[in-house]
Structures are given as C-alpha cells and as structure tokens.
C-alpha cells in the first residue's frame, strides 16, 4: 500500500467509448493565440500523432479567442520583460484562472496540443512550449540514448529549466501558478512526471497520455496535494504496463491522487484518453 501521506485519495472512471479521437493537428492557432517572435513558420507533426492526423478529419477548435480580445489580453495582461529562460512557445488566453501546461510528444511542436489542450478546457489558457532538444531534426524535451534510455541529467537539467520557464511565463503572461496543470503526451508526459517530481510546486495537476518513469528523486516530493491522471495503452509497444504502474505507485507514495486509466490502445492517442480525462478535469 503506498504511503498517501494523510491526503484524501479518489478513484474517478469516466464511462467507455470506442470511437476514436480526431485531432485537428493542422490547427490554424497562429491567427488567434500570442505566438513568440523568435518562432520558425515550419510547422512540425508530432510523430506518433500522425497517423491520426491521416486518418481523421480536421475538427475545429473551440473556445479560442477572436483577434480583437487577443491584442486586448496582451495589451493589459503581459509584461515587456524578457523571460529568463525562454522557450519557442504559443501562449492562448483563457477566460478562467487555469493554465494548460501542454507538453508534446518526440518529432511534435508548440503547436500539436492546442487542439487538444481546448477540447480538455475549453476555458483554460494554454501555455505550449516546444522542447529544445533535436533528434534527428525531431524535438524533444530531454535526450535520451535510446528508445526508452533516458539521458538522466539531462532529464534533470531540462527538468528544471523547464520549470522555470513556467514560472517566468507565469509572471509573464500574469496567470496564477497555483492553477497550472501538465498536459503532457509520451516524451511530454515523461517531462511532466519528472516535473511532478523534481518541482512540485510548479503544477496543481497532471494529465499524462502514455507515461514512463526512469526518474526516482533523491528527495521524496510533497505531492499531497496534487492530482495525477495517467491514461495507458494496453497495447503500448513503448510503454509497458509495469511502467505505467509503477509511475502511479511513485506518485501515490508522495502523496499525489493519482487516477490510472488502461485504453484498448497502443502509443497513439484515443478518444477514450481525451474524454475520459476531461472528465476527470471537470472535478
Ligand atoms: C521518450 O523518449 O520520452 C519516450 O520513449 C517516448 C517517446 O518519445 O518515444
């Protein structure tokens, strides 16, 4: 039984479907969301989420604010400081106190989730940054030196800028730190676990689509008052199922509520991921 320390723990299921999830990875979001200067135009389709771009058709994005209430948020709601550090980033208002950290997956961009990150909330503000490291061309947020072997100071390393340039975009962008929650698909859920880890303070939530742990921290993290929902692929050739659990036990024995979902699904993302998590939002 893992060590809960004292903090009331909830299992919440969401009933089953089978249809599966369209994901609108050709989002035209540069028009309505705070894009950072320094972006390159290429736009870069995360690796295992492009077999679902083939096969489904585009939806819409809902919930994305007009140009006009942009320009106005920016004007009153951003600072002309620099941040310290940066990171190529969209950043998308939101009409309620949360903020979708949205982490993508290997070969992904700041762009991939947005979709995602407003069929969750539509409400939210979302706060998309791409990783910095290349693999072969394709980005990352922490090296690794082979499938499924992570680099660990790296991770670490990354880790905490990461980190950072939440809290720096926090201040940035004015939105409340105490109601950031990770969004984080494969190798962004891997970065969103260490966070969770390394910097707890940094995130009230996490929704991790297809997790690993290869992180054990020296200094166990305060997670009581965090909630964790991890959604799973029984058929994950990357990620197998004793991973997943023993990433929820980590969680669990630092106190986090930890919510753990098996999909008949593999690597790639489901419907049944996206509805079910954002149920487990709502809460
Ligand atoms: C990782 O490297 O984070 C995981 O192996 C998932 C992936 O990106 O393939």
Not at 57 to 76: C, E, H, I, M, Q
Not at 94 to 118: A, V
Request: a positive charge.
């Amino acid at each position: 039984m893992a060590r809960a320390f004292g903090c009331a723990r909830i299992q919440r299921h969401a009933g089953n479907r089978s249809r599966l999830f369209s994901l609108n990875l050709f989002p035209r979001t540069g028009r309505d969301s705070l894009r950072n200067r320094n972006r390159p135009a290429r736009l870069h389709i995360g690796r295992r989420l492009e077999s679902t771009r083939r096969k489904f058709a585009a939806s819409t994005v809902a919930g994305v604010v007009s140009l006009a209430n942009r320009k106005r948020f920016a004007a009153d709601r951003t600072s002309d400081k620099p941040m310290t550090p940066d990171f190529i980033h969209e950043f998308v208002p939101g009409s309620s106190n949360r903020t979708l950290l949205l982490l993508h997956g290997t070969g992904g961009n700041e762009r991939d989730l947005i979709p995602l990150g407003r069929e969750l909330d539509p409400n939210a503000a979302l706060l998309s940054p791409r990783g910095k490291v290349l693999e072969n061309g394709m980005p990352r947020f922490f090296r690794r030196l082979a499938e499924g072997v992570f680099d660990l100071e790296d991770l670490q390393k990354r880790t905490h800028e990461l980190a950072d340039f939440v809290k720096a975009a926090a201040k940035h962008y004015k939105i409340d730190i105490n109601k950031i929650v990770a969004v984080g698909y494969s190798n962004g859920a891997n970065i969103a676990a260490s966070m969770l880890l390394l910097r707890p303070e940094v995130l009230s939530a996490a929704i991790l689509f297809r997790a690993m742990v290869r992180l054990i921290p020296e200094t166990p993290a305060d997670l009581c008052s965090v909630r964790v929902w991890i959604g799973a692929g029984s058929n994950d050739p990357i990620v197998p199922a004793s991973e997943t659990k023993e990433l929820a036990e980590l969680l669990r024995g630092a106190g986090a509520d930890v919510t753990i979902r098996f999909f008949q699904a593999g690597h790639d993302l489901t419907q049944q991921d996206v509805e079910a998590a954002q149920e487990w939002l709502k809460v």
